[in-house]
Each structure stands twice: as structure tokens, then as C-alpha cells.
């Protein structure tokens, strides 16, 4: 079993449309929780972090339950500019290494 | 931009070569982590250098190997080169404080293609 599992994917949505991507990890050890995004052939960037109390920044919105080892992100009022691959992260504590899933696409059409 | 630079963008080698990648890490920072993004799939750890010595390491063989410099920059080298070699190189620069996570800043990576 991989240590972080995302919805496969590909996310094809039109403009408006709310998405929520899922994500679970295996080790109840881990400490940090973050979603980044990455554009086609570039490198991933932190949309953001996630916190038990949940988090919100704009459209986007974060969820983290510990006892279920779930992560969550809900994007509202999808844009042309939201389509990217969208990582689920995990990682433990100080500078230990970020452990990834395989990401789900999403794609928002006109 | 994050300030974290690697070189080159591009590279094509064939099975059996050896090859050396580069990262410069942001300034201020004095840990450099490599992963590997094979197509279609997330980034995998590779390992990971803070003050020049080698502070993790991923389930990469050992023609996986590496370098940090005094001034924090890093390289990574791979020897005997194999197909599944083929992916995006990204290295990621952070400050390590104790127990406290910290963001790793990535750059831009080097794709390689083993032919």
C-alpha cells in the first residue's frame, strides 16, 4: 500500500463547477499535511497547508482528519487557470523528506 | 521565483552513461533534497544533503549518489544509466531548525532522457 493515495483522476470540470479532491495516508506518525500543484512540465508549488481546524484561502479550502488519516481540498468557482495536477503531501517532523501521491489532474473547460 | 536554480533543463544520454545534475540552493538556506518525478507519477525521494552530509536517503540504489558544497549548492550524480532513469530531477532547498518543518523551495528541474 502506498504511504499517500490520491483519487486517479483526471478531473475534466466545466468553469463554475466545485471540485474536491481526496487523499489518504498510511502512517499516523505523520506530522505535516500540505497540497501543492503543478503545471504541466514544471515544478510543484504549495497551494497550501493543512491544519485539523481546517483552512481556508479563497476559493480553496483544506480539511485534514487525523483519526481517519483523510485529507481533503475543495476548489469553488473553478477557473481556466485551476487546471494542473494537484498533489496531496505528507511529512513528519523538521526537515524530513516530503512524501507524495501520484496527483490528480484536473482539467476546467470553457 | 524561488531562487533555487538547476542545470541543465535538458539532457539526453544513452543506457550505461553517467550523469551529473545541479542544483543552487535559495541563499540562507542549508538543505538540499532530490527527488524523482518519473511521467504520470508524483515525486519520490532520492535523499537528501544538510551542511555537506548526506541526511536520508530514499529506496534508490547506490549509482544514486551525491554532493552538497560548502556553499549549500548540490549535485546529484547517477552512474550506469538505465531507461527508468528517464524523469524530471527536482531539487528543493529548505532551512533546517530542529524539529520544526520548514518549506522546501523546488526548482525548476532537469529532465533527463536515457535512450
Known amino acids: 500500500r502506498k504511504e499517500v493515495e490520491q483519487d486517479p483522476g483526471p478531473f475534466n470540470v466545466p468553469e463554475g463547477a466545485t471540485v474536491a479532491f481526496n487523499c489518504t495516508y498510511s502512517?499516523?506518525?505523520?506530522?505535516?499535511f500540505f497540497w501543492y500543484r503543478q503545471d504541466c512540465r514544471k515544478e510543484p508549488k504549495l497551494l497550501m497547508s493543512?491544519?485539523?481546524s481546517g483552512n481556508e484561502d479563497g476559493r480553496f479550502t483544506a480539511q485534514l482528519n487525523r483519526a481517519s488519516q483523510y485529507i481533503s481540498l475543495l476548489i469553488r468557482d473553478s477557473k481556466l487557470s485551476d487546471s494542473a495536477t494537484y498533489l496531496c503531501?505528507?511529512?513528519?517532523?523538521?526537515?524530513?523528506?516530503?512524501?507524495f501521491g501520484k496527483g490528480t489532474r484536473l482539467s476546467v473547460i470553457a | 521565483e524561488t531562487g533555487v536554480t538547476q542545470s541543465p533543463t535538458h539532457l539526453i544520454k544513452t543506457r550505461g552513461q553517467q550523469v551529473t545534475l545541479r542544483c543552487s540552493s535559495q541563499?540562507?538556506?542549508?538543505?538540499v533534497s532530490w527527488y524523482q518525478q518519473a511521467l504520470g507519477q508524483g515525486p519520490q525521494f532520492i535523499f537528501q544533503?544538510?551542511?555537506?552530509?548526506?541526511?536520508g536517503r530514499g529506496n534508490f540504489p547506490p549509482r544514486f549518489s551525491g554532493l552538497q558544497f560548502p556553499n549549500y549548492s548540490s549535485e546529484l550524480n547517477v552512474n550506469a544509466l538505465e531507461l527508468d532513469d528517464s524523469a524530471l530531477y527536482l531539487c528543493?532547498?529548505?532551512?533546517?531548525?530542529?524539529?520544526?518543518?520548514?518549506?522546501?523551495?523546488f526548482g525548476p528541474g532537469t529532465r533527463l532522457t536515457v535512450l
Open positions: 541563499s540562507g538556506h542549508n538543505t
Open positions: 544533503y544538510y551542511r555537506e552530509e548526506e541526511n
Open positions: 493543512v491544519y485539523s
Open positions: 502512517n499516523s506518525a505523520s506530522q505535516s
Open positions: 503531501v505528507v511529512t513528519y517532523t523538521g526537515n524530513t523528506p516530503l512524501v
Open positions: 528543493a532547498s529548505s532551512f533546517s531548525s530542529g524539529t520544526r518543518y520548514n518549506e522546501q523551495f
